[in-house]
């Protein structure tokens, strides 16, 4: 099992993570070009970036100085999330192994508050979903699964590191999840990651470019 | 099939009774499928697979706030009760699900875009309820005042069924009420080669002529060229852009476009109403294939901050009582006329007081976005759902409330009726008309 989940899954989640991402990226620019050239036509540089900028750095928008702990809560998550695999240590020997090549790293007591800084962002979000009532009235089955699968690799990273359960069978769920979310990153809501970009581009633009107002 | 929502507000509207009755499922979802595969579909893609269902637009609403912070009532709330469900069922709803989502989109979202400002992917929940809003209008399911509004735009090119005789013996009226103050005043038709022609709504002529009485005198004072046309394209109003019916909305702003090239002016001022404004730059010209307005238009907030600017009116009398300021979404959120209207207010008035928030995170005034065109079947949710705005305008303390837009005017007069506030509200040029100077050489 671990061979599998080391060797070819891997492989194949990072063809459908990048691959996915590609299709969807490009079939959405090929939307717009057929079906939708007001979003090309209004596009601009210079305000699309101001908007991301704004939207990127912590309160700097008025509905992030409206929820402190939300913002807090939410940059710790997604700054975590985004992070912490890339530059732990462990993740870079792989890389290494593999294919020789390496970056900088964190120290792993830093990658160990990072990822339970992550764990309870993922519990602050899920009772948030279930106790807001403006947001649990949208919530769905795949809003619980989309959080646990972003959640899953971090609970199962920590476990495994810590060795506090078996730890060659946690190793493999660990990687097992994260392939789940790698692949899952394309082709489910997760793909904000992708879009946040694209339709903060636009607002931006329209805002700054035909509205002459700010948008955060 | 979806459901349907447990009702709020027991409101009858022979538009939509009347026009569920002619739908099959059959049609319904044939009109779904064709408007979500049409125009917009990237951004309909991208918004529905982007939306992470975080409720962060909530507090953006007012008629969330002002209904108890009722999840329907957010923007999110009302796109998954409309659009969700849509595409969710891939076009089969019922007629009474598309009689639903029609109360929806026509009369609990003003499209006035604050929610755009308050989710963090920038998701146009506003436009989104437009093209539901393009759905229903497909099924004929509109409600009855606002397709009424529709209609006469379709039929006389201005809004109110104003015929071109009763115009022109309007404006003439006016023009001779205005002479007992001005004698030499003439609100000159027609004038080709004018520098400016001026627009504005049809319900102007119909109820609210003294601002053409204004308007006039306004040009008069500061010596403008200026003009308006006789014939059809008068009006620069278009509700159908609202009800959903864009084919008639082309219609309407071509022909004020074309009057304005016929005149050969060299640009357009209106009057002081907003979704017009809406209309002819955001709106009605992408529909035409205008990236902006084919030839220069301003609005009247812009002008009058013009005129003050360079001296061409001047300002002898301030009003003195406490008075406040009302940001119309589409000319602040829309096109960022926030400074120029603060300019004149302060101009004109000795006790300004700024109602928070405002600016481009002004809250809607529930009238506009084709909200009060629905009429007074809709009046007593309309007001209702905009608690905050009268708490908000309490605040301030303030005497008088400018509201320099048309439906905000209306929807404000009528919330300030409705929660017994001490204010009462009026357009810029009516305080205008009090404190500027008229010279002596033009007095009777």
Redesign the interface.
Known sequence: MYDLVRGPLLWVSFIVFIGGSIVRLAYLAYLAKKKDHTVLTYANFKFGLRSIFHWLVPFGSTNMRLRPVFTIVSFLFHIGLIFTPIFLLAHNILWYQSWRISWWTIPDWLADIMTVVVILAGVYLFVRRRVCKEVRYVSSASDYILLTIAVGPFLTGFLAYHQWLPYKAMLTLHILCGEIMLMAIPFTRLDHMLFFWLTRFYMGSEFGGVRHVKDW | MAGLLPRKWDITDIGLEEGAKGLSPDKIRTVIKKVL???????I???V????????C???CHH?LSND?E??F?P??KI?NTLWEMIKNDGRVSPEFIKQAAEIAYTECNLCKRC???C?????MAWMLSVVRRICHLCGVVPQYLQDTANSHSVTMNQMWVKQDEWIDTLQWQEEEAQGEIPSLRIPLDKEGADIMYSVIGPEPKFRAQLIYSAAVLFNVAGLNWTMPSFDGWDNSDMAMYSGDWEVMGRVKKAHFEAAMKLKVKKIVMGECGHAFRSV??VGN?WLGW??HPIPIIHAVQFYYELLRDGKIKIVRKIKEPVTLHDPCNI?????L?DCARYVVKAICEDFREMYPN???NYCCCAGGGVINCGPPWKKKRVESNKVKAEQMAATGAKIVITPCHNCHSGIEDIIHYYKLPMKNVFIIDLLMQCIEIPEELRA
Do not use: Q, W
């Open positions: 595969n049409g125009e917009g579909l990237a951004r893609k991208a918004y697979d982007t939306c992470i269902h975080c409720g962060l909530s507090v953006a969330y912070c999840p329907r957010a999110v709330g998954k755009s400002m308050y963090p992917f920038g998701i146009d730059y955001d992408r990236k902006m602040m959120r829309g096109r960022g926030m600016r481009e995170h």
